[in-house]
């Protein structure tokens, strides 16, 4: 019989206690701003693993990106003095920033399907998987960004690990060039998240900070990707904010992919 993982042991718990040592090594009363380190982090990995012994950290950097993600919310010890969300302030440095409201992307629950009928590949969705790269394959064969932005889109790059300046790395699930029909051109970056995980305005911020910085001269179309229990995907297109607590959901619909034979055509054609 397999084990259970230990209090001590269990990664997700030993995580939490070692961003609230952070924290709190660094908050003073009032801060809006509260910066820290690589360094830090490792410290308090030392402070943690005294405490647990059986507390083994393989990866440094992913402990800040496990809360910057919103992969693992903050630690409640954190929260009531918050909400907080942690962005990059240059290489291996890094800062909780104060928000007016939560972290989180909250969709509302009675937005009605739009069907489409689903044009992937059998052998994609075969061998696909169920991570948000899974994903990202349905809407390049769907041409869902096209559909939901109205506009011409093309491919440029996924999973792309690059750098801010100014606020260090970051990675892009996905990113699209985008045309108009009077010409003018857009950049698109993608957050996708699968069933089970939430999209978070860090991650919003972080991606919309890097087409800024990267493609100035493009107009700013900042897109999220959300898998929902029921299989669709909902599409939310965000203002291009200057700070995470500013984000706010410019257009907002959900797509069901199914067989031709399933798309109530009908209904939808006589929909205004």
């Known amino acids: 019989m397999k084990e259970k993982t230990s209090k001590a042991s269990n990664p997700a718990r030993n995580r939490a206690k070692v961003i609230e040592k952070v924290f709190s090594k660094n908050y003073r009363t009032g801060a809006a701003e509260v910066l ?46 918050g909400p907080w969300t942690i962005t990059g302030r240059g290489k291996a440095k890094y ?26 590949p059998e052998i994609v969705a075969e061998y696909a998987g169920n991570d948000e790269q899974g994903i990202l394959a349905k809407v390049r064969y769907n041409r869902l960004l096209d559909i939901f932005l109205k506009i011409a889109c093309y491919h440029l790059q996924n999973h792309w690990k690059t750098s801010i300046k100014n606020k260090g790395g970051c990675e892009i699930d996905d990113l699209y060039v985008g045309l108009s029909f009077s010409g003018k051109q857009f950049v698109i970056p993608v957050e996708a998240k699968c069933r089970g995980e939430r999209l978070h305005k860090g991650q919003i911020m972080q991606m919309i900070d890097f087409a800024r910085a990267r493609y100035g001269g493009l107009i700013l179309r900042p897109i999220g990707i959300q898998e929902m229990k029921d299989g669709s995907l909902t599409f939310l297109e965000f203002t291009p904010a200057e700070r995470p ?15 031709m034979a399933e798309v109530p055509l009908q209904k939808q054609q006589s929909d205004p």
């Open 36 to 81: 820290f380190t690589v360094d830090d982090i490792r410290d308090a990995i030392a402070e943690v693993r005294q405490e647990n012994p059986s507390y083994r950290e393989g990866n440094v950097f992913d402990v800040k990106y496990e809360f910057a993600s919103g992969r693992q919310p903050l630690p409640e010890k954190i929260q009531t003095i």
């Open 95 to 120: 800062a909780f920033v104060k928000l007016t409201s939560g972290t989180e992307i909250k969709i509302q629950d009675d937005l009605a399907f739009i069907y489409l009928p689903d044009a992937t």
């Open 245 to 259: 607590d500013a984000i706010e959901i410019r257009e907002i619909r959900k797509y069901k992919l199914v067989p």
